[in-house]
């Protein structure tokens, strides 16, 4: 059975900073290219970063470019997320999610977690 359960989010005060966790089991987690997207209240599910397989390759959306930073660590499983200079408009639930190719689009990943909320205030 497939789960990816996401962990670290919470309310900050602009400027600051959280760090996301995934946690995955039930597939093969080195051959998948992992992501993290945000829904924003009344908006769209959005991309925000993800790497590749052997955390060679990343890519962000530039509205956080220079301010997250995704990695991965294959031995346990886990794909992070630190965020920093936090902004009020980075407000959102994030969601891991994992496909088995280099996606961008939530249309092409296989499975999803439930997400966190990030909350930041002003």
């Known amino acids: 059975q497939v789960q990816l359960v996401e962990s670290g989010g919470g309310l900050v005060q602009a400027g600051g900073s959280l760090r996301l966790s995934c946690a995955a089991s039930?597939?093969?987690?080195?051959?998948?290219?992992m992501a993290w997207f945000r829904r924003a209240p009344g908006k769209e599910r959005d991309f925000v970063a993800r790497v590749y397989r052997n955390g060679g390759l990343t890519s962000y959306a530039d509205s956080v470019k220079g301010r997250f930073t995704i990695s991965r660590d294959n031995a346990k499983n886990t794909v992070y997320l630190q965020m920093n200079s936090l902004k009020p408009e980075d407000t959102a639930v994030y969601y891991c999610a994992a496909d088995d190719r280099f996606g961008r689009y939530p249309s092409e990943y296989d499975y999803w977690g439930q997400g966190t909320q990030v909350t930041v205030s002003s």
């Open positions: 039930g597939f093969t987690f080195d051959t998948y290219t």
